[in-house]
């Protein structure tokens, strides 16, 4: 090599060196300490930090973390990010300058995440892009745009009947154990190949539930598009507080690319305890059920973020699914209640339905989607247009029928018509149909083809049904965007009348 090159190279880095040392600027920073005064179940009482900021980090120790939550003239109440054991009194608290944030991108696809952004997985550190704040102003109302495209669960009942859209917010409420998460689950699972990135945030669950979630995830293959953040019931309150908020920044980035994402909140009436439990902690004057007073803007603080933006703006959407848990069917409780009022609609699942073995246990009459309904792709006007008023009807006549009332011919058939109705609405788990299939078995079921079929015998007449379509007709894809008027419809009764009297 030439000595004049190797030269200019030692001359350049000379020069770098000297121009680093003449910007740097060695500045003495008084760094703010403050002394804990007490601490108590994940909740630490400080003095000191005369200029912390409302929701700042904080640090109690090497690796606990805190957050500002209280600001007080002589003391800041902060809620533990980490476990307080072996925190004391007189122990130095140390200020950040930032605020919570978290990491996103598309290095947490595929992650199982703590709402901090560290890694549950064993699978090593997260590659991240960037880090967004936990807490973020909701998009303004100038920048969104109307629903207008569906967010498919694969699931009959929910799909036809309270259609959910994509940029929607809508409520699972029900109460425990009947089947509030397998709908969330089941509705991730069928986003394969849909584009929708899915973000399941479990807040306050029993680590079982968790991994079963986890695992059943990993072998539908959601993985892949799925970020999962999680925070055990036995988790700090603070960490159990900041969750969504955390799971929705992490959508927040991919929606403001322009793509569309879809978060489950699982479950926020634990949200709301871990965040009662923390305001009593900081002698916070409770309200109803001792919750405090702004228990109702936590939650609408954190749906506003969901939303559809404009198409100047991206036009990527942010569909929210909270659920959340009600005890022996009250939804007229505080949490519901507010988080009725906050979403665009709400599926109830009732237990009476889950055990005469109605499943999904959704409550067609309490259920109701404010919005979806402009969304719903265009076979559903045809064959679902009324379905939801002659189930309505069926219900009612059915009540009356226990009464073992006389009917005349005209009842009888509404009765009968309507339990082949219901019947044709059960959905197994693990089983979601396309917009093409559910249009072609709701298209039989309303016209009355599965008449000879018996009732115990549908679903698996359904089976057989989808199972001959597909090879007569292929995906079904057209199927769903066919308009109501389409010649097709005509034929296509023809056919699916022909298969199921074959049937054996
Ligand atoms: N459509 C369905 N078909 C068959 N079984 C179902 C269906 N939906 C839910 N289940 C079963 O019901 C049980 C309860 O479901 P899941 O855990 O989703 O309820 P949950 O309301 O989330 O319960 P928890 O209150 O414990 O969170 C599970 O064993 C699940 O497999
Ligand atoms: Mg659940």
């Known amino acids: 090599m030439n000595n004049g090159y190797l030269e200019e190279i030692m001359n350049q880095a000379v020069d770098g060196v000297r121009r680093g040392l003449e910007s740097h600027d060695p500045k003495m920073e008084p760094e703010e300490i403050g002394r804990i005064l007490s601490v108590a179940q994940g ?12 929701e700042e ?3 109690l120790g090497p690796d606990v973390p805190g957050m500002a939550l209280d600001i007080m003239p002589d003391s800041v109440g902060i809620a533990l990010l980490g476990s307080g054991e072996g925190l004391s009194a007189g122990d130095e608290v140390v200020r950040t300058g930032r605020v919570l944030d978290v990491p996103v991108g598309k290095g947490v696809l595929g992650r199982v995440i703590t709402p901090l952004g560290k890694p549950l997985d064993g699978n090593g550190l997260i590659a991240s892009e960037k880090r967004l704040a936990v807490e ?4 303004l109302i100038l920048h969104r745009a109307p629903v207008d495209t569906p967010l498919q669960t694969g699931i009959k009942v929910i799909d036809t009947l309270i259609p959910i859209g994509r940029g929607q917010r809508e409520l699972i409420v029900g109460d425990r154990q009947t089947g509030k998460t397998a709908i969330a689950l089941d509705t991730i699972c069928n986003q394969k190949g849909a584009d929708v990135i899915c973000i399941y945030c479990a807040i306050g669950q029993r680590s079982s539930s968790v991994a079963r979630a986890i695992e059943e995830l990993k072998r ?9 953040v999680v925070v055990e019931g036995g988790d700090p309150a603070g960490l159990q507080y900041i ?10 980035y991919f929606m403001h690319q322009g793509k569309d994402v879809l978060v489950v909140y699982d479950d926020l009436t634990r949200h709301a305890q ?5 305001s009593l902690l900081l002698r916070r004057p409770p309200g109803r059920e001792a919750f405090p007073g702004d228990i109702f803007y936590i939650h609408s603080r954190l749906l506003e973020r969901s939303t559809r933006l404009k198409p100047e703006q991206g036009g990527g959407t942010l569909t929210a699914l909270p659920i959340i848990e009600t005890e022996a069917q009250n939804i007229s409780a505080y949490i519901p209640t507010n988080l009725i009022s906050i979403t665009d609609g709400q599926i109830y699942l009732n237990p009476d339905l889950f055990q005469k073995g109605t499943l999904p246990a959704v409550d067609v009459g309490v259920s109701v989607s404010r919005v979806g309904g402009r969304a719903q792709l265009p076979a559903y006007a045809k064959v679902a247009g009324d379905l939801r008023l002659t189930y309505s009807q069926f219900q009612e006549l059915e009540a009356f029928a226990r009464f073992g009332t006389r009917m ?12 082949r109705v219901r019947e044709i609405l059960k959905q197994k788990r693990f089983s979601p149909l396309t917009a093409g299939q559910q249009a072609a078995v709701l298209l039989a079921v309303t016209k009355g083809l599965f008449g000879p079929v018996d009732l115990s015998r549908i679903l698996e007449a ?3 049904l989808l199972g001959h379509l597909a090879e007569s007709r292929g995906d079904l894809d057209s199927l769903a965007r066919a308009d109501r008027d389409d010649p097709m419809w005509d034929g296509l009764v023809d056919e699916i009348r022909t298969i199921l009297e074959t049937m054996e």
């Open 243 to 252: 969750a969504p908020y955390a799971a929705t920044s992490i959508g927040e």
């Open 57 to 59: 980090l904080l640090m």
């Open 274 to 278: 871990a965040y009662r439990q923390l």
């Open 408 to 419: 005349d011919e005209d009842t009888r058939a509404k009765l009968d018509h309507g339990l």
């Open 220 to 228: 539908r293959g959601a993985m892949d598009y799925t970020v999962v």
């Open 136 to 139: 973020r102003e909701a998009p």
């Open 462 to 464: 359904e089976e057989h």
């Open 43 to 54: 909740v630490v009482q400080a003095k000191g930090m005369r200029s912390v900021g409302a």
